[in-house]
């Protein structure tokens, strides 16, 4: 890996964020001294987040993990003592050899978005893995139920194109809170709303992007399936439709029209919690396809994907741009991710071919989101070693006191590959030390915009630090493995990240990356992708009538499907634990990266709870007071904001707070419910009832 010592770096920011910016890094005597937004990005314009902003504090950090080194405490405690590579990776080789000789399954992968790169994200790490016949990880703590619902709609993550918004008439920021996650998308709605533009936010909570918005619906959490039903029959019923596109370019429409023909705004208002004539008026308006609202967009997020009912709402919020029509227009449509315009090559990076096939050893796949259950339930075999990258299980996964649990088990090998010591690397029992985005090599899709952005390693690594990739190449030669595909360097790795031969590749060719550091993929500017239909779904239609959901024993057509834990859906268990809990992204934080960094929490302020004047005033509660937020999972505690942020019987929780930097040593996901959502087997965080009382 060749690094300058002097000059200008091309990076990518590596989060799991839509924005997925091009950076430049300055380097000054072998030191990252300046980070900027690339201005010749256009997405990115120049211009970075408050977190990533500061990343040099993160990078710098005197938090960092430098050493690798083996646990000397209990499980959980942190004590540990450095060793060196050489021992930790013959220990780790060591047991998994051991393990794997009586069955590899017994292994567990675990990992998500830590980092977004190909490379150090999906490569060696899954070849290593594959080869080595471990269980195999089902990725859904984020977004599975989301993506289900709308890959059944509209058959892949493709949407409006999120550069040509500019010219929509009417925005619904439906599930999202774009000033916070979704920043530089957010420029694009503003600059829709200065040429025009109204801006309606449907969030249970006045979020900030909410607070910027024309209007605010504030449904209950979990119940934008209802609403969603309820506007296609007022669209249906007053004829509020583009019938030549219905009629090219959908499935299902009869049965459709047939499904939601009871499900009026009447039906819809006690559901959600809207009153009847403002879901009604928004269905007109939102089918005023002819006037004013011409072109409609709907901009969703994942936050309303995170309930029981998550995947079919947000299969019925994709059905309603086809009903109006408003996918003929490259600002009209919705948007839920443009992942699926990336011709990644996931076979070439991953390489499952590499799985031993072995008679009466099928492979077996274990759900990241319920990890908790796997570490203390699973059987044939038990999960006798985990290894935990680019993840930080112990404080983002539900219901963490089975997480933890879990991960106390005193014959679990552990170990945890990390730039800092999280909650997760309490419990390990080899630590090693990972570099940050600046020390290594990789390459990026994204799902918020069109643009790959290649990112260059600036720095050598700090300490002792090793990618991700390096360490599996040390394993998988400690291992004895011998096939070439465990080896490769990461530079190969990335220049066969995209299947080149895709005519959507020829904008993003490693050439095109390594001088630039960024490309837009090859599609039409702006690009509409379903302005003349062609949706990716078997029947090349938008499908009201799911074909995929039908072929997996489903319910085919748009449907209720309510809440797991909500007045209306489980008025016992509401009788005990009244309030709707919501545990939304903090802006300072991302997800639990940047929370351990005292720039950022200072900037936070610590772990708090927004409840309404009425409700706090029931409970005796004021603002500022410490509270304990608990049902029979588990309790958080946080200190009280009282606002009228939030409409009465929910609370907000901004999040995702390290345990140990939370007081009582707990944070939010100490109550939430590892109870999966509909589709997708996705966790249902924002379905959660809890009780408040003060501390
Ligand atoms: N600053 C920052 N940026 C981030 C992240 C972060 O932690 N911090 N996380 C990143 C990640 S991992 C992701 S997946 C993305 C997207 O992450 P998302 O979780 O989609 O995040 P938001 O866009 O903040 O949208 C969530 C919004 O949905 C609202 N919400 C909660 N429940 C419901 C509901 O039932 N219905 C409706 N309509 N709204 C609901 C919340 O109040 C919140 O305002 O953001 C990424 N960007
Ligand atoms: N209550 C509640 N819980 C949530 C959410 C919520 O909204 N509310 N959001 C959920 C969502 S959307 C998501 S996506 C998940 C996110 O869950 P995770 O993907 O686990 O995200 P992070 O908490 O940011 O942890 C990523 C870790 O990877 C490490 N890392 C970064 N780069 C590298 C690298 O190159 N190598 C290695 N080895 N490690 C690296 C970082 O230091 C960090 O500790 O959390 C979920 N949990
Ligand atoms: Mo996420």
Same mark, same amino acid.
């Given at each position: 890996?060749?690094?300058?010592?002097?000059?200008?770096?091309?990076?990518?920011?590596?989060?799991?964020?839509?924005?997925?910016?091009?950076?430049?890094?300055?380097?000054?005597?072998?030191?990252?001294?300046?980070?900027?937004?690339?201005?010749?990005?256009?997405?990115?314009?120049?211009?970075?987040?408050?977190?990533?902003?500061? *990343?040099?504090?993160?990078?710098?950090?005197?938090?960092?993990?430098?050493?690798?080194?083996?646990?000397?405490?209990?499980?959980?405690?942190?004590?540990?003592?450095?060793?060196?590579?050489?021992?930790?990776?013959?220990?780790?080789?060591?047991?998994?050899?051991?393990?794997?000789?009586?069955?590899?399954?017994?292994?567990?992968? *675990?990992? $998500?978005?830590?980092?977004?790169?190909?490379?150090?994200?999906?490569?060696?790490?899954?070849?290593?893995?594959?080869? #080595?016949?471990?269980?195999?990880?089902?990725? +859904?703590?984020? /977004?599975?139920?989301?993506?289900?619902?709308?890959?059944? !709609?509209?058959?892949?993550?493709?949407?409006?194109?999120?550069?040509?918004?500019?010219?929509?008439?009417?925005?619904?920021?439906?599930?999202?809170?774009?000033?916070?996650?979704?920043?530089?998308?957010?420029? $694009?709605?503003?600059? %829709?709303?200065?040429?025009?533009?109204?801006?309606?936010?449907?969030?249970?909570?006045?979020?900030?992007?909410?607070?910027?918005?024309?209007?605010?619906?504030?449904?209950?959490?979990?119940?934008?399936?209802?609403?969603?039903?309820?506007?296609?029959?007022?669209?249906?019923?007053?004829?509020?439709?583009?019938?030549?596109?219905?009629?090219?370019?959908?499935?299902?429409?009869?049965?459709?029209?047939?499904?939601?023909?009871?499900? +009026?705004?009447?039906?819809?208002?006690?559901?959600?919690?809207?009153?009847?004539?403002?879901?009604?008026?928004?269905?007109?308006? $939102?089918?005023?396809?002819?006037?004013?609202?011409?072109?409609?967009?709907?901009?969703?997020? $994942?936050?309303?994907?995170?309930?029981?009912?998550?995947?079919?709402?947000?299969?019925?919020?994709?059905?309603?741009? /086809?009903?109006?029509?408003?996918?003929? &227009?490259?600002?009209?449509?919705?948007?839920?991710?443009?992942?699926?315009?990336?011709?990644?090559?996931?076979?070439?990076?991953?390489?499952?071919?590499?799985?031993?096939?072995?008679?009466?050893?099928?492979?077996?796949?274990?759900?990241?989101?319920?990890?908790?259950?796997?570490?203390?339930?699973?059987?044939?075999?038990?999960?006798?070693?985990? *290894?935990?990258?680019?993840?930080?299980?112990?404080?983002? %996964?539900?219901?963490?006191?089975?997480?933890?649990?879990?991960?106390?088990?005193?014959?679990?090998?552990?170990?945890?590959?990390?730039?800092?010591?999280?909650?997760?690397?309490?419990?390990?029992?080899?630590? #090693?030390?990972? !570099?940050?985005?600046?020390?290594?090599?990789?390459?990026?899709?994204?799902?918020?915009?069109?643009?790959?952005?290649?990112?260059?390693?600036?720095?050598?690594?700090?300490?002792?630090?090793?990618?991700?990739?390096?360490?599996?190449? #040390?394993?998988?030669?400690?291992?004895?493995?011998?096939?070439?595909?465990?080896?490769?360097?990461?530079?190969?790795?990335? %220049?066969?990240?995209?299947?080149?031969?895709?005519?959507?590749?020829?904008?993003? +060719?490693?050439?095109?990356?390594?001088?630039?550091?960024?490309?837009?993929? =090859?599609?039409?500017?702006?690009?509409?992708?379903? /302005?003349?239909?062609?949706?990716?779904?078997?029947?090349?239609?938008?499908?009201?009538?799911?074909?995929?959901?039908?072929?997996?024993?489903?319910?085919?057509?748009?449907?209720?499907?309510?809440?797991?834990?909500?007045?209306?859906?489980?008025? %016992? #268990?509401?009788?005990? *634990?009244?309030?709707?809990?919501?545990?939304?992204?903090?802006? =300072?934080?991302? =997800?639990?990266?940047?929370?351990?960094?005292?720039?950022?929490? @200072?900037?936070?302020?610590?772990?708090?709870?927004?409840?309404?004047?009425?409700?706090?005033?029931?409970?005796?509660?004021? @603002?500022?007071?410490?509270?304990?937020? &608990?049902?029979?999972?588990?309790?958080?505690?946080?200190?009280?904001?009282?606002?009228?942020?939030?409409?009465?019987?929910?609370?907000?929780?901004?999040?995702?707070?390290?345990?140990?930097?939370?007081?009582?040593?707990?944070?939010?996901?100490?109550?939430?419910?590892?109870?999966?959502?509909?589709?997708?087997?996705?966790?249902?965080?924002?379905?959660?009832?809890?009780?408040?009382?003060?501390?």
């Amino acid at each position: 890996m060749s690094i300058a010592s002097q000059g200008v770096v091309r990076a990518a920011c590596p989060h799991d964020c839509p924005d997925t910016c091009a950076m430049e890094v300055t380097v000054a005597d072998g030191r990252a001294v300046k980070i900027r937004g690339a201005a010749d990005m256009p997405f990115t314009n120049g211009a970075l987040c408050t977190k990533v902003a500061h *990343y040099l504090d993160r990078v710098y950090s005197d938090q960092r993990l430098l050493h690798p080194m083996k646990r000397v405490g209990r499980k959980g405690e942190g004590r540990f003592e450095r060793i060196s590579w050489d021992e930790a990776l013959d220990t780790i080789a060591a047991r998994f050899r051991d393990i794997a000789a009586d069955d590899p399954r017994a292994i567990l992968p *675990y990992s $998500y978005a830590g980092t977004m790169g190909l490379v150090q994200g999906e490569s060696l790490d899954r070849r290593f893995f594959h080869r #080595l016949g471990a269980s195999l990880l089902d990725r +859904t703590i984020c /977004a599975s139920a989301g993506a289900l619902g709308w890959k059944a !709609t509209i058959g892949a993550s493709i949407g409006t194109d999120p550069e040509a918004v500019v010219d929509a008439k009417l925005i619904l920021i439906w599930g999202g809170n774009p000033v916070v996650s979704n920043l530089h998308g957010w420029r $694009y709605l503003q600059e %829709a709303k200065r040429r025009g533009a109204k801006l309606v936010c449907i969030d249970p909570r006045r979020s900030e992007t909410a607070a910027k918005c024309d209007v605010h619906l504030a449904p209950w959490p979990g119940t934008d399936g209802a609403l969603a039903l309820a506007m296609m029959q007022v669209l249906i019923a007053d004829d509020l439709l583009d019938h030549d596109y219905i009629a090219r370019h959908t499935t299902g429409f009869p049965q459709l029209a047939e499904r939601v023909r009871g499900c +009026t705004p009447e039906w819809a208002a006690p559901l959600t919690g809207l009153p009847v004539d403002v879901i009604r008026s928004l269905a007109r308006e $939102y089918g005023d396809c002819r006037g004013a609202a011409s072109p409609s967009l709907i901009r969703l997020n $994942y936050g309303l994907n995170r309930c029981a009912g998550g995947g079919m709402a947000v299969r019925n919020i994709a059905c309603l741009p /086809a009903l109006t029509g408003a996918w003929r &227009h490259a600002a009209g449509g919705a948007l839920l991710s443009t992942s699926g315009n990336f011709p990644i090559d996931h076979k070439a990076l991953q390489r499952p071919d590499l799985y031993p096939r072995q008679e009466g050893r099928p492979p077996r796949t274990i759900n990241m989101a319920f990890i908790g259950e796997a570490l203390l339930e699973a059987q044939e075999p038990p999960i006798r070693a985990i *290894y935990v990258y680019n993840s930080n299980p112990v404080a983002v %996964a539900p219901d963490s006191n089975r997480v933890k649990a879990g991960f106390a088990r005193e014959d679990l090998f552990c170990v945890v590959h990390e730039l800092f010591q999280t909650d997760t690397a309490d419990y390990a029992d080899i630590l #090693l030390p990972a !570099t940050s985005q600046l020390e290594h090599r990789d390459v990026h899709g994204t799902y918020g915009h069109l643009y790959a952005v290649a990112n260059f390693p600036a720095i050598a690594p700090l300490g002792e630090a090793k990618p991700n990739t390096e360490v599996f190449r #040390l394993l998988a030669e400690r291992m004895g493995f011998t096939e070439p595909a465990l080896f490769e360097p990461d530079e190969k790795i990335a %220049a066969a990240a995209f299947r080149l031969g895709d005519r959507r590749a020829l904008g993003v +060719t490693p050439a095109a990356l390594a001088q630039r550091g960024w490309g837009r993929l =090859n599609l039409p500017r702006p690009f509409a992708p379903f /302005a003349e239909g062609g949706f990716p779904t078997p029947s090349g239609k938008c499908e009201f009538h799911s074909s995929l959901l039908a072929a997996m024993g489903q319910d085919p057509l748009p449907a209720w499907h309510p809440p797991a834990e909500s007045p209306v859906s489980n008025p %016992a #268990l509401a009788a005990r *634990y009244p309030l709707a809990l919501i545990t939304p992204p903090a802006r =300072n934080f991302l =997800n639990t990266s940047f929370a351990n960094l005292p720039r950022f929490r @200072d900037e936070e302020g610590g772990p708090r709870l927004q409840i309404h004047p009425d409700d706090a005033a029931a409970r005796g509660i004021a @603002d500022g007071a410490r509270l304990r937020i &608990h049902n029979d999972r588990g309790e958080f505690q946080a200190q009280a904001e009282v606002t009228t942020d939030v409409r009465r019987g929910v609370v907000v929780s901004p999040s995702v707070w390290w345990q140990k930097f939370s007081g009582d040593g707990n944070n939010a996901n100490a109550v939430t419910s590892s109870a999966p959502t509909d589709m997708g087997g996705g966790p249902i965080f924002y379905d959660c009832l809890v009780e408040v009382a003060r501390a």
